[in-house]
T-cell receptor
Framework: EAGVTQFPSHSVIEKGQTVTLRCDPISGHDNLYWYRRVMGKEIKFLLHFVKESKQDESGMPNNRFLAERTGGTYSTLKVQPAELEDSGVYFC?????????????FGSGTRLTVV | AQSVTQLDSQVPVFEEAPVELRCNYSSSVSVYLFWYVQYPNQGLQLLLKYLSGSTLVKGINGFEAEFNKSQTSFHLRKPSVHISDTAEYFCAVTSGGGGKLIFGQGTELSVKP
């Protein structure tokens, strides 16, 4: 079974530019989560999709961040315009079921650097 | 609100020595607890989880953790570490129901020969 795939693995962009991160969850996983780790801080929740619907987007930092999951398969996270404080590692995770014992499978992350 | 505190940001240890990585949580509701590991250039991998039942939980790679409700702790232990255990370890909590994970700040374990 293929795992959760994220790309790009690294991205370096200038302040003010736009970047789009992509996450392909495990096939059949309805639940998709985005998390972010800013340098030296804890990993923080951004949002949760159930299929194509946003279940919880309480962690989205501001309206420069836009997440989509059209068709309930892969998801994109767009940052427009990017700011220096957006630098960090963005993780995606997916889960088959909302029951906690199913757990979450994480991708390798996208390291975003805004210069 | 839930929170997780990992008490040590870095833990250096010699190979074959025992190690304990400390994690405390706060929550007003029942919780489920996890330890994840991140090896260099890899994603987060689940080490072990506490959902219910026995408070001593065994995970992969010889790691175990003990849930202590009275002390609100979930410390991770391994009796003898290897060089390959060098990684960053994250404690996390959720109240379940598909809810988000709340992570601690991470502990870098560095195993030296």
């Amino acid at each position: 079974e293929a795992g959760v795939t994220q790309f790009p693995s690294h991205s370096v962009i200038e302040k003010g530019q736009t970047v789009t991160l992509r996450c392909d969850p495990i096939s059949g996983h309805d639940n998709l989560y985005w998390y972010r780790r800013v340098m030296g801080k804890e990993i923080k929740f951004l949002l949760h999709f159930v299929k194509e619907s946003k279940q919880d987007e309480s962690g989205m930092p501001n309206n420069r961040f836009l997440a989509e999951r059209t068709g309930g398969t892969y998801s994109t996270l767009k940052v427009q315009p990017a700011e220096l404080e957006d630098s960090g590692v963005y993780f995606c995770a997916s889960s088959q079921d909302l029951r906690v014992n199913y757990g979450y499978t994480f991708g390798s992350g996208t390291r975003l650097t805004v210069v | 609100a839930q929170s997780v505190t990992q008490l040590d940001s870095q833990v250096p240890v010699f190979e074959e020595a025992p190690v304990e990585l400390r994690c405390n949580y706060s929550s007003s509701v029942s919780v489920y607890l996890f330890w994840y590991v991140q090896y260099p250039n890899q994603g987060l991998q689940l080490l072990l989880k506490y959902l219910s039942g026995s408070t001593l939980v065994k995970g992969i790679n010889g790691f175990e953790a003990e849930f202590n409700k009275s002390q609100t702790s979930f410390h991770l232990r391994k009796p003898s570490v290897h060089i390959s255990d060098t990684a960053e370890y994250f404690c996390a909590v959720t109240s379940g129901g598909g809810g988000k994970l709340i992570f601690g700040q991470g502990t870098e374990l560095s195993v030296k020969p």
